[in-house]
């Protein structure tokens, strides 16, 4: 089958890789490169590396809405297009083109968490189980028929990265078998429940601000859920302080504020108030700095008991 892949960050290219086993990857759309943050230097995406490396050709239209794009689109004239973490909203006409039509793997048990961010939105939300639907694209957004999905529990000790990166294999997995059933005309669909679904949207700098008066769990699963990206974090001295990892400490100290440093623990970290109990700070990463420690902190004496953290 010959197949027009859509996608751009590192979710997607287990997908692409495993899509060549069998079939023929006639060209890959991805977003436009942006220059990193530090030297402005232009970075492929993954998808885009991916593609030279096995020779490939590769397209980064502006839109996909226009009717250039279309045009392109007529002219490789894929049997299935699959879209995977592209980062487009694909128009009507393209969706129509195709023989077999046009797929999408989203990380998410469709219809919850559709939209942006689901693999951060299901541990935030402390979700017991993720993953993976394969789905027809319709113009609503994560609306389409599901053909497939693959699912994985959610560990206490999972975060955003230990779930993306079992979800985009389980991703892949589910896709090689979907066009495969779609190929032999043996794909079945199922209508997703509308009334059922949740949206997330992307989240933006102030949506990462720790919320010291939620629960322990809350807490917990909110920083996990950030970790490594976009990365939850708090005021310590009127400078920000990122907080990649905590552990849930299960004491109540009445006394004292939410937010408000109130004690240590040998070896781990300090610990801070919340609602109904108490978290450690496992791994910080104070403002122009590197990320330490919470054993570390507490040998460079980076909090006062009784500082609040705002």
């Given at each position: ?168 294999t389980i991703g892949a997995q589910k896709l090689f078998e979907a066009v495969n ?11 997703q429940n509308h009334e059922e679904a949740t949206f997330v949207k992307p989240y ?29 974090y708090t005021s310590h001295n009127e400078k920000v302080l990122k907080v990649y ?66």
């Open positions: 089958m010959r197949i027009l892949f859509m996608g751009t960050p590192e979710f997607a290219v287990p997908s692409l890789d495993i899509l060549r086993k069998k079939h023929e990857v006639i060209a890959i759309f991805t977003k436009v490169d942006k220059p990193n943050t530090r030297g402005k230097k232009i970075k492929y995406t993954p998808v885009k590396e991916y593609g030279l490396e096995n020779n490939i050709p590769v397209y980064q239209p502006i839109s996909v809405k226009t009717e250039e794009t279309f045009e392109l689109v007529k002219e490789l004239n894929p049997d299935l297009i699959v879209v995977v973490a592209y980062g487009r909203i694909i128009p009507n006409n393209i969706i129509e083109f195709p023989k077999y039509g046009i797929i999408n793997v989203h990380s998410s048990l469709l219809p919850k968490f559709r939209g942006a961010a689901p693999i951060n939105a299901a541990i935030i939300a402390g979700e017991k189980e993720s993953g993976v639907t394969i789905m027809d694209i319709a113009e609503e957004l994560d609306a389409g028929d599901i053909i497939l999905k693959g699912s994985t529990p959610i560990h206490e000790e999972d975060t955003f990265l230990t779930l993306h990166d079992r979800l985009k059933q779609i190929e032999k005309g043996i794909a079945k669909r199922e209508v933006k700098k102030t949506d990462c601000k720790i919320d010291w008066n939620k629960t322990e769990e809350e807490v917990f699963n909110f920083v996990r859920g950030m970790n490594p990206f976009p990365t939850a990892l905590v552990e849930k400490y299960n004491k109540i100290y009445e006394k004292s504020e939410n937010g408000e440093v109130v004690d240590s623990v040998k070896g781990k970290g300090f610990v801070v108030k919340v609602n109904n109990g108490s978290v450690i700070l496992i791994e910080i990463k104070p403002e122009n700095k590197k990320s330490i420690s919470g054993k570390d902190s507490i040998n460079g004496n980076l909090f006062k008991i009784g500082e609040v953290l705002r």
